[in-house]
């Protein structure tokens, strides 16, 4: 089992910056990639960012140029940071963690971000 537990989220102004952060704890062995997830209220869950132990990266449209994942592997750590942020970014975020590139085995508990006009 892998445990998830994101911090980081909270209220911005449009325009402003966040970071959230994920760290893993269990059998992060298992755990090849890592990313983020956002559900929006009557949304579908949707892929924010992903990346692999080595680095890969893939980003959904809508943040592409706006948000960059990075990952710590010593630190069993995955960033978000997430730049000139539109109300339209507000959404609970769920990082996530997976043995296989595209695949997510486990779920955190999720963190509010919430930007204002």
């Known amino acids: 089992q892998v445990q998830l537990v994101e911090s980081g989220g909270g209220l911005v102004q449009a325009g402003g910056s966040l970071r959230l952060s994920c760290v893993a704890s269990?059998?992060?062995?298992?755990?090849?990639?890592m990313g983020w997830y956002r559900q929006a209220p009557g949304k579908q869950r949707e892929l924010v960012a992903a990346?692999?132990?080595?680095?890969?990266?893939n980003y959904g449209d809508s943040v592409k140029g706006r948000f960059t994942i990075s990952r710590d592997n010593a630190k069993n750590t995955v960033y978000l940071q997430m730049n000139s942020l539109k109300p339209e970014d507000t959404a609970v975020y769920y990082c996530?963690?997976?043995?296989?590139?595209?695949?997510?085995?486990?779920w955190g508990q999720g963190t509010q971000v919430t930007v204002s006009s």
């Open positions: 990346i692999t132990r080595g680095g890969n990266t």
């Open positions: 996530s963690a997976g043995r296989l590139w595209g695949r997510t085995d486990y």
């Open positions: 269990g059998s992060i062995f298992s755990v090849n990639a």
